[in-house]
Every structure is written in C-alpha cells, then in structure tokens.
C-alpha cells in the first residue's frame, strides 16, 4: 500500500471518528444521552422502509445540487448557487402549470420539467456568462443570485399566483395529477432520485472516459497548454454551469410538484447548500456523492424524526452537518499536509 | 413642496440609510481585513447569525445593549476559530471551511434562538432626545439614530487608517499580497492571517448583534 492510499484510509477513519466524537459532544451539550441518541438517529434515518424513504426523499435534491457543484469543480469553478437555481428551476417550471394547468399530462409532464431544467439552467448560465466574458468571480456571483431566486419566488406566491382558495396562505394552486411527478418503488420518494442517479452514472462516464473530460481535466490544470490545444475555456464555463443548472432546476420543479405538491416558501430546506457540502465530501466525484447524499439525506431525515419524536429541534440537523463538513475539511487538509511532506 | 418639508424628508431618508447600513459597515470593514490577509469567509453570514442570536439573547436577559454587543461579538470571534483552526491548521480549502462555518452558525443560531423568541431588549438611546425633532435636516437624523451609527463610520475610517498608515497595517497587506515575502521579511504569516481572521470574526458578530440589539430590537427570527 502507498503512502497516499493510507493516508486517506486514515483520513477517511479519523474523519468518521472525529465527526462522532464532536456529533457525541454536541448532543451531551444539550443535555442528550449521545450513544443512545446516535443509535435512535441511524434508526430514523434506515432503520424501516419509511425511514429510508424518507432518507431518499432528502437525499434526490441534496444529490442532483451535489452534482451541479461537481460539474463545474472539474473545470476548476466553485459554485455555491445550486439552491438558486433550484429556486428558480421551480419558478418556471411552475409558470407552465400555472399557464395551463388543465393541459394532458403528456404535454404537461414534460413541458414543466423541461421548463424546470431550462429556469436553472438560465440562472446558472448568467454566472457562467458572467465568468466567461467578464471574468466575474463565480462563487460570488452564484451566492448573491441565490437570494434574488429566493425572493423572486415569494414575489409570485404572495403576488401574482397565490390561489384564491388557498385562505391567504402564501402558495400556488395545487398542481393537478398531470403535473405530479409520478413515485418510485411504492414509497414517497419521486422520480427524480431515478434521473439523479442516472445522471451521475453518465457524467461520471463522460468526464471520465470521453473527450469532454480531458477538455475539462486540461483546462482546470493549464489554461493556456489547454488553448493551445483548441480547447476554448468560455464555451465549456457556459456548458458546465448550464448542466450543472439544469440538474438543480430540475430538482427544484420535482420538489415542488412531488412532495410539496404547490410552489410555496420553503420549498427547499438547504439544500442546495447540502448539496455543496456533499460535492465536497465526495472529492467532487460524482460516484461516490450517491452514498454520501443518501447518508447525509439521512442524517436530515433522522434531525426531522427526532424534532417529531423526541422534541429535539431539527435545527440539531443543521449543526451536525455543520460538524460533519468541518472535521471531513479537517480530516482531508491535514492528509493533503501529510501527503505534500512525504512527496 | 416647502423647503421645510424637503429637509425634513431627506433628514428621515439619510437617517433611514444610516440606521440600515451601521451593521453592514461593520461587517464589512472586518471581511474585508479578513481578505486583506489573503483569507476569504464565507461564514461571516454564519457568524452574524450566531451574534445577532446571543447579542439579542444576553440583552434580553441582562437588559443592557453595551453587554449584548460584547457578547455577540465574542459569539461571532468563536465561531470565526473554526475558520482558523480549519484553513491554517489544516490546510482546508477556504471557500469550503467558509461554508461549514456558515452551516454551524445557522444551525447554532436556530437551535438556540428558539429559547430567546419574543423577548424584548431596549437598545441604545438616541443621539438626541425626542424635542430635537424639530431641528431642520438633522432632527430626524439625532432622534433615529443610536451612537452606533457615528461607531461604524469611525470605525472604517480607523481601520483604513491602520492599514496605510501604520507598520502593523502594511505587515497585514504584505502577508494578503505574499506570503513568502512576508516570512523573508520576518513576519508571521500565519499568526497574522490567524488574527485577519479573527477580527472578521469579532466585526460580523458585533454587527449581527447590533442587527438584533439596536436596529430591529425585534428576535433573531426576523
């Protein structure tokens, strides 16, 4: 075995250990049996066939945002926009219900998904616009678009699209059947879970095994070996930030027509912010985010199970990924460090 | 319109502009310090949170704001050590250690805030009392705003000051330009990146808890 290989095994152990001991901390903390608390978590989260599917309900958005942080990472870009671009994704998917909500599902089906895809593909393009032919700074610019997403939603909600029926309550009108995205293996979880999968499997063959991924390999090592060799840096920013939205639009129009069922606040709780963090434990793999989202959908689902059950604010959730995301930086920096001063 | 009237609407509307930009001034100056060292953060929204939500806290309980702002501030300066001990003690991207930050900030913040909503804290009194009202263009300005206001501009233009004008503040621009330059030269880097950090920290907190304290007086719900 090498050096680097032990390294991470080491990195990847201390990781898990170091998130159980801060995890075991934090719950002590707030007056908690941690160990007993622990199991209870991993119960809601696997422990019968409702818990994991509320896990896989989580882990479709977490996982489709984890990938449109992956794409553009290959291309050395760091997006944080993906709970805009589901936010928007939502948005214009809703237009095409709230347009012709009496329309046959199978013109309607399609129409809001590709309407959905297409609003995140938009929001995130004007980033990658915005980098491509000004050089604007990405993470930044994705961060402050979130909160125009966001906001743009309640606009329609409280404005133009509030349901008359609805007793002043902040929503659209309840999507019809035809527009309901259909479940998946009896449960609760949608579709999307099947497209996000499926996606991570072909762009993980892409960018590992066609051209595309040594445009994009070249160009995040050397931009200039890479124009040299006719690889045009500005159409592949273009390109990856629009598939990357796409995927998270995508996850926000299932979101709003499978589970909530109407576009309202709060159609997404962090989680495209999750799905940064588990692009980023992945390594930016797009494999390896499958596991690590259903684990971290999970670790949601069982925060949510035990505000229900146990009176424990889910908001417990929220530190614990917090805690999870910050020993796994930890745990990988200092076995970058180790690795650096052995090589 | 009387030119009475005119003053008196532009005074409001430069009160108004003041009240709302006092934090944002605040945790401005610090992150941009932080960057001046060649560290971004990302979780000063985090760190804000967490300040807004124990400021608010401890000035309910102890009923004194000047409290309240030292105790959000001190919140924000703890969080912003994860920030430290993440990208200089382990080499952690900074972007990513930004964002666990911001993650742990939110979550502290609505777990513990929970216990504070709908208590009620006074603020700062003013900067003139309510009859000053009628002075021309600056009545509603000395009556809206709190000493706060006077406290952020001073404190950009101290922090501007300092870090052209004095040798510890050209230490801190040559650790943002060069770190190597900076260790020929003999200086720190990573204790000087550690305290950039560090008062980026202590400023959002700060401002967060002005947000909550002074500005909306109001939980860190809303």
Known sequence: MNPSTSTKIIAVLGGVAAFLGTAAIFLAAIGRPPFATLMQMALYAFGDSYSLSESLVKATPILLCALSVILPARLGLITVGAEGQLYFGALTGTAVVVSYPAAPMIVLMPAMLVAGAAGGAFWSGVAGLLRARSNVNETISTLLMNYVAVLLVSYVIYGAWKDPTSLGWPATIPFPKAATVPSVFGTR??????????????????????????????????????????????RQTLLVMAIGGALAGFAGICETSAIQGRLQAGISVGYGLTGFLVAWLSGQHFLRAIPIAVLVGGLIAAGDALQLYAKVPSASATIMQGLLFAVALGASGLAGKRTTRHG | MAETEVLAVAGSWVAAMLRSSTPLMLVTTGETLTQRVGIVNLGIEGQMLCGACVGFAVAAQTGSPVLGFAAGAAAGLLLSLVHVALCLGCDANQIGSGIAVFTLGLGFSSYFGRGVVGGKVAGLAPLAASDAAGIPFAGPILTQLTPMAPFAIVTVLIAGLWLYRTRTGLNWRIVGESFQTARALGIRPLVVQAQGILVGGLMSGFAGAILSVDYTKLGPMS
Request: proline content about 0%; charged content about 10%.
């Open chain 1, 189 to 234: 979880a949608h579709a999307g879970l099947v497209v996000g999968i499926i996606a991570a499997v072909i762009l993980h063959i892409a960018v590992t095994y066609a051209r595309w991924g040594l445009a994009l390999r070249v160009l995040a090592g050397n931009r200039k070996v890479a124009s040299m060799a006719g690889f045009d840096f500005n």
